[in-house]
C-alpha cells in the first residue's frame, strides 16, 4: 500500500491571479496530466484539483517529485523556465500535512470565500477523474470516501455551509452595491459553466435588476433564462448586447482575453459600465480599465459583503476542525491497519502451511469422518493462536508501534523466509 502521500499547491493565498490562469488545468489538461504522472512515474494515488483558486497535485511516492511534477505541468501548458514558479507552490512533503491539508481544501476552510459550497463539487470531479484514469488506488479510495463522509457531517452539524457565500454570490452582492443608485441596472451574464450558472441562481436574488444571459449552447440559456425570467440572447449577440449593459460578467474558459480594450473603447460609455471577471484564465483584458467610465472586478478583487453569513462561518470553524480531526484520526486508524495486514495474512498462510504439512504426515491412514474432525479440531486450533498476535498487532497500530510489533512476528515465525519458501 502507497504511504508516503505528498502534495503541492499553488493557491490565491500565494500566486496572483495572472500566475493562477498560466498553470489552471481544464478537465482535458488534468487528464492528459494524469496521464503523463502515471506514465512518467508509474502513479497510482494521484489527484489534481484545478479551480479558479487553486492548482494542487496530490500524489503517492517514496520520492519527492515536487519539482518533475512543476515541470510536467510547465510541458502541459507550454511553459518555459516553470521552475521560476517554484515560489508560488506550497509543498506538503509527507502524510500528515497532505491529507489534513486535502480535507481543509475539501471542507471549504481554504477557500477564498470561506466555507464555498462549490469546492465539494470540484474535488469530487477530480476524484472522479484520477478513477477514470485508473489513478486511485485503495488509499485515495478510501481517503476520498472519509472526506465526502466528512463534508455531509460539516453540512449537518455545524452552520459553516449556511447561508450563499460563494464567490458567484459575493460577485452578485458586489454588483448590487454599485448600481444601488441606478434604476433598472442592465445585467449581462456571458458564460454559463459553474460558477456562470451559481451567478445566474444568485442574480434572481437583484430586485428590479434586468438580467440577460448568454451561452455557447444556447439551450442551456433558454433553460436557466426561463426558469428564472431572465432573457436568453445567442452567444454571437452578446457582444450588441454589452453596448447597453451596465453590468457585464464574464465566466467563459478562454487561453486569451475575450473582452479586450478595443471592442470596450468603441463603446459609448455615458456614466459607467462594470465589468466582473469571474474566469480564470481572465477573459477581459485588464487595460480595459484605462477607459472612463469602466470598473473591472476580478475573482481576487472581489470582496464578500455576506457579513452575517461569514461571521456565522467563521464561528463554526472551531466545530468543523474537530469533525475533521476525528474522521482523520479514523481514517489513520484504518491506515495503520492496512499496513499490518500484510502481515496478518503472512502469519495466517505460514500457519496454515504448518498445519497442511503436519495432517498430510499423519492421517494417510485416516478415514474420511476422521479427517473432517482433525480438520475442524486444527482449523479451530490455528484461529485461537493467530487471535493474540492479531489483537496485538492492532494494539500496537493505536500505540504507533505496529513497526516493531511486525519486526517481531517476522523474527518470531521467520515469516519472510516462509513467503519465499511459499513462492518457490
Known amino acids: ?85 517554484l515560489e508560488y507552490f506550497d509543498m506538503f512533503p509527507n502524510d500528515k500535512e497532505a491529507i489534513e491539508h486535502l480535507f481543509r481544501v475539501a471542507m471549504g476552510l481554504e477557500a477564498q470565500v470561506i466555507g464555498d459550497m462549490q469546492i465539494s463539487n470540484q474535488v469530487k470531479r477530480a476524484y472522479q477523474a484520477s478513477a477514470d484514469m485508473e489513478m486511485a488506488g485503495p488509499f485515495l479510495h478510501r481517503l476520498m470516501h472519509t472526506i465526502f ?29 454599485l448600481t444601488s443608485n441606478t434604476h433598472q441596472p442592465r445585467v449581462l451574464l456571458i458564460g454559463l459553466g459553474e460558477i456562470g450558472e451559481d451567478v445566474a441562481k444568485n442574480l434572481a436574488y437583484l430586485p428590479d435588476a434586468r438580467v440577460k444571459i448568454s451561452n455557447r449552447t444556447y439551450s442551456k440559456a433558454v433553460t436557466l433564462a426561463t426558469e428564472y425570467g ?9 457582444f450588441e448586447a454589452m453596448k447597453e449593459a451596465d453590468v457585464i460578467i464574464s465566466s467563459i474558459m478562454k487561453s486569451e482575453p475575450f473582452i479586450t480594450k ?83 495474512n503472512k502469519l495466517k498462510n505460514s500457519l496454515e502451511q504448518i498445519r497442511k504439512e503436519e495432517l498430510e504426515r499423519y492421517l494417510k491412514n485416516a478415514d474420511e469422518n476422521q479427517i473432517e474432525i482433525i480438520e475442524k479440531i486444527t482449523k479451530s486450533m490455528m484461529q485461537k493462536i493467530l487471535k493474540v498476535p492479531v489483537v496485538q498487532l492492532r494494539a500496537a497500530c493505536k500505540r504507533d508501534q505496529a513497526e516493531e510489533m511486525i519486526g517481531i512476528l517476522n523474527d518470531l515465525f521467520d515469516l519472510e523466509k516462509q513467503e519465499e519458501k511459499k513462492q518457490h
Open 149 to 177: 463522509f466528512t463534508n455531509k457531517k460539516v453540512v449537518q452539524e455545524t452552520a459553516f455551509r449556511d447561508g450563499a457565500a460563494s464567490v458567484s454570490y459575493a460577485a452578485v452582492e458586489l454588483i448590487e452595491e
Open 230 to 238: 431572465f432573457e436568453a440572447i445567442p452567444f454571437e449577440d452578446c
Open 1 to 85: 500500500m502507497q504511504s508516503k502521500f505528498k502534495a503541492l499547491s499553488l493557491s490565491y493565498k500565494k500566486a496572483p491571479v495572472e500566475i493562477r490562469e498560466l498553470v489552471s488545468l481544464d478537465e482535458g489538461a488534468v487528464h492528459s496530466l494524469l496521464g503523463k504522472l502515471k506514465d512518467f512515474f508509474s502513479l497510482t494515488d494521484t489527484l489534481i484539483l484545478s479551480t479558479c483558486n487553486r492548482t494542487e497535485i496530490y500524489y503517492s511516492h517514496e520520492l519527492d517529485l515536487s519539482t518533475e511534477i512543476i515541470k510536467l505541468v510547465g510541458l502541459e501548458k507550454g511553459l518555459v523556465d516553470t521552475i521560476s514558479y
Open 262 to 344: 478595443g471592442l470596450v473603447s468603441s463603446f459609448d460609455i455615458k456614466s459607467y459600465k462594470l465589468f466582473v471577471d469571474l474566469s480564470v484564465p481572465r477573459s477581459i483584458d485588464t487595460a480595459v480599465e484605462d477607459i472612463a467610465g469602466v470598473l473591472l472586478y476580478n475573482v481576487d478583487n472581489i470582496r464578500s459583503k455576506a457579513s452575517e453569513t461569514l461571521s456565522k462561518r467563521t464561528a463554526a470553524i472551531p466545530q468543523v476542525e474537530e469533525i475533521i480531526q476525528e474522521n482523520i484520526n479514523e481514517f489513520y486508524d484504518w491506515k495503520k491497519e492496512m499496513m499490518v495486514s500484510p502481515t496478518i
